[in-house]
């Protein structure tokens, strides 16, 4: 059925059964946190992994963009991996890993120690469906700014005639951000609202990465929505949604 039938919708139902009611490659933006290592449970709902990303990846724009924020948990001494398995498994299907991204949590919840120093970031794995079609870079003040660097650098390759000349102009004022992004979790006013849900992720997350990988009225969709965190902020910004419920 068109896409159309969906968009500003939040749609009952397994993510799974839900995608398979799509197009192909409608969606311009997916942001989504699966269940981690079956860590919690979600009122029983069956997490199908290969499926989920094998529809995401048909479902997906050419050019578009799957942010999956996931981490794994320790079993018997071990951390399990899965994280990594399923980024494999996403490039196997025909999607780039375009950036392995860290979520910094600045408020890491304290762990009991067990000879292993204390877990404070998620993945934040961007897949692409081909080269990004979107990107608007956040961007950070350099902290060096209008500095002029003394550095010199060859500007004459030819063996004999080498001339070092001045290397760099002044610093500039902006600069790329980096990739990795730092939240704090579950303090600040916005995110509230989604208190009684086990694992909501910030507000924040969501919008850089909309503002990074997104226009005005491209579509944003989580199939696997929790408290809604995305489809409030895609609303928000003025991106189309769509997104089963899931909580
Ligand atoms: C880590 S939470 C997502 C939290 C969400 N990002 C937020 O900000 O609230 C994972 C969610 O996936 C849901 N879920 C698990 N399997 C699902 C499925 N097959 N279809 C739809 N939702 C599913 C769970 O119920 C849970 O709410």
Redesign the pocket.
Known sequence: MSIDNYINQIIEG???EVMKRFDDEVIDLTV????YDNLRN??G???PFEDVARELYRITKQGGVVVWVVNDATIEGSETGTSFHQALYFREIGFNLHDTMIFRKTNPIPQIYRKRYNNEFEFMFVFSKGTVKTHKPLMVDCLHAGLELNGTTYKNFSKNEQTREKLAKPVKDKKIKGNIWEYVVGKKQEDQE?KG?P???PCELVRDHIKSWTNQGDIVF?????????VRVACEMGRQYIC?P??
Do not use: I, Q
């Open positions: 397994n993510c799974v989504t946190s699966p269940p979600y009122k709902f069956d997490f989604a849900h694992a909501p992720f989580d199939p696997m929505s929790g408290s809604g965190t995305t089963p899931s909580e």
